[in-house]
């Protein structure tokens, strides 16, 4: 029983994250790369707080937008990204 309600509790996570990144990539502040990317995913944050950071790179794996000091770095090699871009 304990096994189900956890399984329950990880699926809504997933949905949430799933409805979280699609309102990031549908966002014109994101679709843009503009200025204010990074104010539109702070305040997503705030009201996700089980999140430590929320970063948004461009198909080439380079960062351009998010909550923490992340510009400028490249995801292109991590497992993660590489999995994003296949499915």
């Known amino acids: 029983r304990d096994a189900q309600f956890a399984a329950g ?3 809504q ?3 949430s994250m799933k409805v979280l990144v699609q309102t990031v990539t549908y966002s014109d ?3 843009r790369e503009s200025t204010n990317c990074d104010a539109f995913v702070s305040a997503i944050k705030r009201d996700t707080p089980h ?8 198909a080439d794996g380079q960062t351009f937008c998010a909550t923490a000091p992340t510009h400028n770095s490249n995801v ?3 497992s993660y990204f590489k999995d994003a871009l296949s499915s």
């Not at 999140?51 to 461009?58: E, F, G, Y």
């Open 51 to 58: 999140l430590s950071t929320i970063a948004v790179a461009a």
């Open 76 to 78: 292109l090699d991590r």
């Open 9 to 11: 509790e990880i699926e």
């Open 29 to 31: 502040a994101v679709r």
């Open 13 to 15: 996570i997933i949905d």
